[in-house]
């Protein structure tokens, strides 16, 4: 019975999923997709559009009259016309056999503007963007050039800064672009900390760094904004200075700079594993040229076993071996170092491999871009002809001696490959600047007064670098016309000719006589070597000497009177500075003396001595120190006080103008005059100058400061000790004597666009009692 139910049970379900199963193949065969018949396209309507020409849209279609329409080609067509950026809107349809394109067109831009700007001009802004009035407006355009923007900024050290575009609406679909700017504040750098140094501290290692920690008193600095580029900067110079202090296997295993949230600071923080102290091992010379013997380059090294590993000794050593290559002709040799670790004895083995290649030889020398310079006048100042054996060290010089010619900007030489192994293309590229000058001053000084001055010149007069100069001055101390020409190739031959021609008006205020001076002079210089010249001139003049009214001192009242000056002179110079008007290293030393008797009724010999030499001590630091003294000598006859020599500033520092050496005293000057300056036969000076550069900032606009001790005297007058005048009254001669003053001081020079200014702060540490000194002392001239 239970069976047979079960059978009934199995029947029934039987059916019911048979009947389920039908029902479902039917009900799939009923809604089964029915395949629409395909669409000709029979025309094309575009629609919405201003400016753009239907055919220029139809031209960005994928579907064309007599296609098959199909949606996947109807949504590539509308992507391509939203790529163009010609259209804020665009919808690709079909009414029945008919494609249909409506488009809405992007505004033209009409003007774009910068609002809220201060520290970037709008022409640097303008440079950077991308967009343009009269093209086409696209928001995406418009997020890109707000980045440009951003960019800008933050390069400039301005996390802070926002802009914010806004579009204004105009007829005729047009619309103006404005970028509000908020620039914000500077985000300077608040802290550098290190992890990982145990050798060096931070405050060390912060110094090896060209990013700064923000101070108020680093104002002048530019470097103490955050820069990307210069962090990068900053773990190579970390690098450099490990690794000349011996440690071969430091790295910075990570720099990373973090905003506060008011992005007003930035903290620097860097990680670094400083490794095990290493010293040179086994040191050797491998050449591939017979010419240039190891044996013989050995003393040139600056690697020496045993000593501690510099890997700058190493760069110097590639250096050196490449100027000595250099002097043989081999102007392209390839000298590699091949530095290998010992780790377990912490020493360095080095090769020096010196590659093999051919001697060359100069094929040409091209000189390009310069304007108005004649070739002449820069070939003339090479050191290196076509046809010559290749020359490092001339070649050096050569780009010395053209940019000591002061007429170019930028001068850069590069060797080129020549049309055989063995030659090489010498490229000169210059840049130009402005060798004229009209200038017309108005300025103040501490010793001068008010100064007046004009004058017009010419360094390279219709680029055959010759020299030309009419000028004047007035003061409260000189009035001053003269003319100056001078030719430095004389029948084109190394030989300087020039004349002179002046007149002068001087009033020596401290020394109580007046001089007025006309006159004129011929010279002439050549050199004798590449460094040492020869100098030769001859003088006549003719001066009028006036002394004080209010003065009836025996030292000055016999030195009034008319007189005639016949002189000539010789001199020698040595010079190796690397740039005149700002050096950096390099040597002068000149000697002069002249002679005057040839005629006229002055007779005296005169000497002069001045040495200065330039040393680089760190980065820009630059230390000098320069010498110098001189003697006259009466011939048959004393010296006048109008030819004698005098000291003060700005020779030494510290003190007046002639404001030490000998001077006159009776007890009726009291403390209302101190009496007149002398002058001397006979002077020193001293100075020792250190040029500390102030950052990046100052140093773009121009701005130096050094501190420097000056030391010097003037003595030797040809008068007894006290001299009775005319009227009874007895003086004395003070401050007649060898002994040095020493002064110590700070200085700040800017060469401004309104002329140069430079202030002194100099303290007098040794002095006579009848010297004068002076805390304070400045210059500045304005040019119109």
């Excluded at 395909?38 to 020409?53: D, P």
């Excluded at 040492?532 to 030195?559: C, D």
């Excluded at 008068?719 to 004395?732: I, K, M, Q, R």
Aim: hydrophobic share 40%; glycine share 8%.
């Amino acid at each position: 019975m239970i069976l047979q139910q079960y059978k009934i049970i199995f029947i029934y379900l039987f059916i019911f999923l048979t009947q389920a199963f039908v029902m479902n193949s039917s009900w799939a065969q009923d809604s089964a997709p029915i395949a629409p018949s395909a669409v000709s396209i029979t025309s094309i309507e575009v629609t919405g559009n201003q400016r753009i020409e239907a055919s220029t849209i139809e031209s960005y279609l994928l579907l064309n009259i007599g296609d098959d329409f199909t949606e996947q080609l109807g949504d590539a067509s509308l992507k391509r016309l939203y790529n163009t950026t010609l259209f804020s809107d665009v919808d690709v349809g079909r009414r029945g056999s008919v494609l249909v394109v409506s488009v809405v067109e992007n505004p033209i831009i009409n003007r774009i503007v910068f609002e809220g700007n201060k520290y970037k001009d709008d022409e640097d802004l303008y440079e950077e963007i991308q967009l343009r009035p009269r093209i086409v407006f696209s928001r995406s355009k418009v997020r890109a050039d707000v980045q440009r923007i951003l960019e800008i900024y933050r390069r400039g050290g301005r996390f802070a800064a926002a802009v914010d575009p806004k579009v204004i609406q105009l007829e005729q679909n047009r619309v103006n672009l404005v970028f509000e700017i908020s620039e914000g504040a500077k985000s300077v750098i608040g802290k550098i900390n290190f992890l990982g140094n145990k050798v060096f501290n931070n405050s060390i290692l912060r110094t090896k760094m060209a990013s700064v920690e923000s101070r108020w008193w680093k104002f002048m600095a530019s470097e103490d904004t955050y820069d990307p580029d210069r962090l990068t900067y900053d773990k190579q110079l970390l690098r450099d200075f490990y690794r000349e202090q011996g440690y071969a296997d430091f790295r910075v295993t990570s720099a990373v700079a973090e905003l506060s949230p008011d992005k007003e600071f930035f903290f620097i923080n860097i990680s670094i594993e400083e490794g095990e102290l290493y010293s040179f091992g086994e040191i050797t010379i491998e050449s591939k040229i017979d010419e240039l013997d190891p044996d013989i380059l050995k003393p040139a090294l600056f690697t020496v076993k045993g000593a501690q590993f510099d890997s700058s000794a190493i760069d110097n050593t590639v250096d050196l071996l490449t100027e000595l290559a250099g002097l043989r002709g081999y102007a392209f040799v390839d000298i590699r170092p091949q530095v290998r670790r010992n780790r377990a004895e912490r020493t360095v083995d080095i090769v020096y491999v010196i590659n093999e290649a051919p001697r060359v030889y100069v094929e040409e020398i091209k000189i390009i871009n310069n304007v108005r310079t004649h070739d002449k006048v820069i070939r003339r100042e090479l050191r290196l002809i076509e046809g010559d054996s290749y020359n490092s060290i001339k070649l050096t010089r050569s780009e010395v001696r053209v940019r000591a010619l002061q007429f170019f900007k930028e001068v850069a030489v590069e060797q080129l490959e020549g049309t055989a192994a063995d030659k090489t293309i010498i490229e000169i590229s210059v840049e130009e600047q402005p060798t004229g000058e009209l200038q017309a001053g108005l300025g103040f000084s501490s010793f001068e007064g008010l100064l007046v001055n004009f004058s017009i010149a010419e360094r390279n007069l219709l680029g055959k670098g010759q020299f030309v100069r009419l000028g004047a001055q007035l003061s409260k101390r000189r009035k001053e016309v003269e003319l100056g020409f001078t030719e430095p190739y004389f029948l084109d031959r190394r030989v300087a000719v020039g004349a002179d021609i002046f007149l002068r008006d001087t009033n020596f205020i401290e020394s109580g006589f007046r001089a007025k001076t006309i006159g004129t002079s011929l010279r002439t210089a050549f050199p004798l070597t590449e460094y040492i010249v020869m100098n030769l001139s001859y003088g006549l003049s003719k001066e009028e000497v006036v002394t004080s009214f209010f003065s009836s001192s025996p030292y000055i009242s016999g030195s009034s009177g008319n007189f005639v000056t016949s002189s000539v002179s010789v001199g020698i110079s040595y010079n190796s500075l690397d740039n005149p008007q700002k050096p950096n290293r390099g040597q002068l030393f000149t000697v002069s003396q002249d002679f005057a008797g040839l005629g006229g009724n002055e007779r005296y010999l005169r000497t002069n001595v001045k040495y200065d030499i330039y040393l680089p001590v760190y980065k820009q630091w630059v230390f000098n120190f320069s010498a110098e003294g001189g003697h006259i000598q009466g011939l048959g006859r004393d010296i006048r006080l109008n030819r004698r020599f005098f000291l003060g500033n700005p020779k030494i520092r510290g003190f007046k103008e002639a404001g030490l050496g000998p001077r006159e005293w009776n007890p009726s000057f009291r403390d209302l005059f101190s009496g007149f300056s002398l002058g001397g036969n006979t002077y020193y000076s001293t100075t020792a100058e250190l040029f500390i550069p102030l950052g990046g900032g100052a140093r773009d606009l121009g701005i130096e400061a050094s501190a420097y001790i000056d030391v010097g005297a003037l003595f030797n007058v040809d008068a007894e000790d006290t001299l009775l005048s005319d009227d009874g009254v007895l003086y004395s001669l003070l401050g007649n004597t060898p002994k040095p003053r020493i002064s110590v001081g700070i200085g700040f020079s800017w060469a401004s666009p309104f002329g140069p200014f430079r202030i002194d702060l100099a303290k007098a540490i040794r002095s006579q009692d009848s010297d004068e000194t002076e805390f304070f002392q400045f210059n500045v001239g304005t040019r119109f």
